[in-house]
């Protein structure tokens, strides 16, 4: 089985940062697409960052030049730093990769379980 799992999570105050970090293990032949997504309450999950293999990235409007997304290859590692954290930035946020288990095999998408961020004086 394949596991995506999230940590560095936690309580921070506005203005302060975090580094999100999500381990890929498992029978893993290669890893494509991997993002950051967050879901706050009541509300649906969206995008935060997806950074393409190569190294490519995207972010969403309220992100950029706040988070950088980046990722180990080697590792099979991704990870975000939050800077100048904003209340509006609470909620649990979850990595995503799209890989394919076997060198034949159909590419499929991954899920973490989700670490909470709160941000908040």
């Known amino acids: 089985q394949v596991q995506l799992v999230e940590s560095g999570g936690g309580l921070v105050q506005p203005g302060e940062s975090l580094r999100l970090s ?3 293990t498992g029978r893993i032949f290669r890893i494509y697409d991997m993002g950051w ?39 099979n590692t991704v990870h975000l730093q939050m800077n100048s954290l904003k209340p509006e930035d609470t909620a649990v946020y979850y990595c995503k990769g799209n890989l394919r288990r076997t060198p034949g095999g159909i590419t499929n998408d ?3 379980q989700g ?5 908040s004086s």
């Open 22 to 24: 999500c381990g890929a």
């Open 115 to 119: 670490t909470q961020v709160t941000v």
């Open 37 to 75: 997504y967050r879901q706050a309450p009541g509300k649906q999950r969206d995008v935060v960052a997806v950074i393409t293999r190569d190294g490519s990235t995207n972010y969403a409007d309220s992100v950029k030049g706040r988070f950088t997304i980046s990722r180990d290859n080697a590792k």
């Open 110 to 112: 991954y899920w973490g």
